[in-house]
Structures are given as C-alpha cells and as structure tokens.
C-alpha cells in the first residue's frame, strides 16, 4: 500500500529552521516526481516546492525562493524540505504527494497519492 508520511513540523520562531520529511512506504519514489503544499487556516493548499523524479529540477514558489530548498534521497525513500528564515506567513499544514511522473509539477490536481500532513507553526 502506497504511504507517504510526513514528520519535522513544529513550533519555532521567526527567522528559526526547520526541516520536514516525506518519507514512502509501500512503493520506490525512483519513478515519482513530488511536491510539497502547504494549507493555512480559511486559504486554500498551495504548492510550496516540487522537484522531478532524479532530482535534477526544482521549482518555488515565489514567497520561499531563497528560503526554502527541496531535496531528495532516493535510497532512502525521501524527500526533504528545509526551510530557513521562517516567517510567521508560512505558518500552515505542510503536505507532500507523490505523482508517478519523471516531469516535475507543482500542480495539485496531479498528485494522487498525499500525506496526512504535519503542522508548522512560525511564532514568537
């Protein structure tokens, strides 16, 4: 069964890093693309990062650009976010999805398979 979990979310100041993981379970990511997307209360979930299947392309959203960066560990099934110089804007559940492509997307309606999200929290 095809499981993405995702863990490192918490509570830290502005300017404070953090760095969340996406870990599958149940199937190889070799042949995923993957993104992060983020959801903040009363907005609607918006792609924060994705990155091809090799690892080779990358893609921000504007707000993270030089913040934010994606990676990936295929022999360990994962993929990361690190973010730095948090802001309380970023403040939201952050989700990571897996879609069986070597093309990256930043596209929700591409994904289908998702994790159950885990919460970043940027306050003082």
């Known amino acids: 069964q095809l499981q993405l979990v995702e863990s490192g979310g918490g509570l830290v100041q502005p300017g404070g890093s953090l760095r969340l993981s996406c870990a599958a379970s149940g199937f190889t990511l070799d042949y995923y693309a993957i993104g992060w997307f983020r959801q903040a209360p009363g907005k609607e979930r918006e792609g924060v990062s994705c990155i091809s299947s090799s690892g080779a392309i990358r893609n921000y959203v504007d707000s993270v650009k030089g913040r934010f960066t994606i990676s990936r560990d295929n022999a360990k099934n994962t993929v990361y976010l690190q973010m730095n110089s948090l802001k309380p804007e970023d403040t939201a559940v952050y989700y990571c999805?897996?879609?069986?492509?070597?093309?990256?997307?930043?596209?929700?309606?591409?994904?289908?398979?998702w994790g159950q999200g885990t919460q970043v929290t940027v306050s003082s």
């Open positions: 999805a897996a879609r069986r492509a070597r093309v990256v997307s930043c596209r929700e309606a591409d994904f289908g398979s």
